[in-house]
């Protein structure tokens, strides 16, 4: 069987990249090794930058972000006992955020591909990447115990930081990479947000986050060394350190309700550079890996495929391959910017290992600095909503 592009993941890079290329009639094939329920209720990303829910109603796919999701206006910076409002929409023209879990956006992506007839198969196994140099390369998989082999003109490599596509690039790209000294515990709790927006807390014992899921659900997490064990926190202990961490000398304190999920998740920055080799281009977080601070994965993994979207359709469209020799460095420049923005949210409120109380006087001087300049406001506020992008392609 041959294809114009296939797609190696079904997360949410390769579902929008399908969407994508069909509205400008291109055919894929998209290919995931997990089951359907996996991909979609796996607890991932939940804030959304103004450019990708501008890009799904873009391309009709906004209806339930607008009905179902929460857009934040502001957030809140805490730190030494008391919560600072950064009025995001004021900063920044109107733009904001929007909470709306990634499991509700595959959810979505994934209507929206059935819908329109093409191929989605769910639970191939032994899924291998070659002849990535050649104008035909192509996907060998297992189907239904069944060998497969799928010609492609390209190959979109999707599948994730463990997939199988960016070891495929082989010495071909070079690796750019950070491990964090810490984690992050995360727990779903059937409690009601007791905040109508998020709230960063830099604490001496250190960083918390107060966000939410839906009316009825919040998301929190406090750091932990990465290599933590969640069975040595029982949900009692875990609500204790919240509060602890979170609790403001105005009273506010999250709601403490039934915990629905926990887990440990490592930190770290990965950039793969360039993104692409022969006719194999990686999106998302098969690419890069950002630390969760600045809330940057999934809005960077819909900037990557708008690029190669455009770029596949201006191949098509003209033979051009003018946007696909520019795709890495065009992606990269959004990838990097998003990396030192999550970098330095990160660094400025967590306490590292080998801090010293110097350090911890000048992170709360920074966070007073920050809190207290409407220069420093917006830039966090610029970045937090995500830059601008044009939407055509």
Request: proline share 4%; net charge negative.
């Amino acid at each position: 069987m041959h294809v114009q592009v296939g797609i190696v993941g079904a997360g949410p890079a390769g579902l929008l990249l399908g969407h994508l290329l069909h509205l400008k009639g291109i055919d894929s094939v998209i290919l995931e090794s997990r089951n359907r329920e996996y991909v979609i209720d796996r607890v991932r990303a939940g804030v959304l930058e103004q450019f990708t829910v501008d890009l799904m109603t873009h391309v009709g796919l906004g209806t339930r972000v607008h009905r179902e999701g929460m857009r934040h206006d502001s957030l809140y910076l805490s730190f030494a006992g008391g919560r600072h409002y950064v009025p995001l929409a004021e900063l920044t023209g109107g733009r904001a955020i929007y909470v709306y879990g990634q499991n509700e956006v595959v959810k979505d992506l994934v209507e929206a591909r059935i819908a329109t007839g093409r191929p989605l198969h769910y639970e191939v196994r032994n899924v291998s990447v070659l002849n990535i140099d050649s104008t035909r390369p192509s996907i060998r998989y297992t189907a239904n115990g069944d060998q497969e082999e799928l010609t492609c003109d390209f190959i979109a490599g999707c599948d994730g930081f463990h997939g199988i596509c960016r070891p495929a690039l082989g010495n071909l790209v070079t690796f750019y990479d950070k491990t964090y000294p810490f984690g992050w515990l995360g727990i779903l709790a059937e409690a009601a947000p007791s905040s109508e927006a998020l709230v960063y807390t830099y604490h001496e014992r250190g960083f918390a986050l107060f966000s939410m899921r839906s009316q009825r659900i919040t998301r929190l997490y406090f750091q932990v060394p990465p290599e933590e064990d969640i069975n040595q926190w029982p949900d009692d202990a875990i609500w204790q350190e919240m509060l602890t961490r979170m609790s403001t000398q105005d009273g506010w304190r999250p709601n403490v309700g039934c915990i629905l999920n926990k887990n440990v998740t490592a930190m770290r920055s990965f950039v793969t550079e360039p993104m692409c080799a022969g006719r194999l281009y990686l999106a998302g977080d098969a690419a890069h890996i950002v630390p969760p601070t600045g809330a940057k994965g999934l809005n960077l993994a819909a900037s990557d495929v708008l690029h190669l979207a455009r770029a596949l359709a201006c191949f098509y469209g003209s033979g051009s391959t003018h946007l696909l020799e520019q795709y890495s460095e065009t992606a990269l420049k959004r990838v990097w910017r998003s990396q030192r923005f999550s970098w330095w949210m990160t660094q400025t409120l967590h306490r590292f290992p080998d801090g010293n109380p110097f350090d911890h006087k000048r992170q709360l001087t920074d966070l007073d600095y920050i809190t207290s300049s409407t220069a420093a406001l917006t830039s966090l506020a610029e970045n937090y909503v995500g830059l601008p992008m044009e939407l055509a392609f």
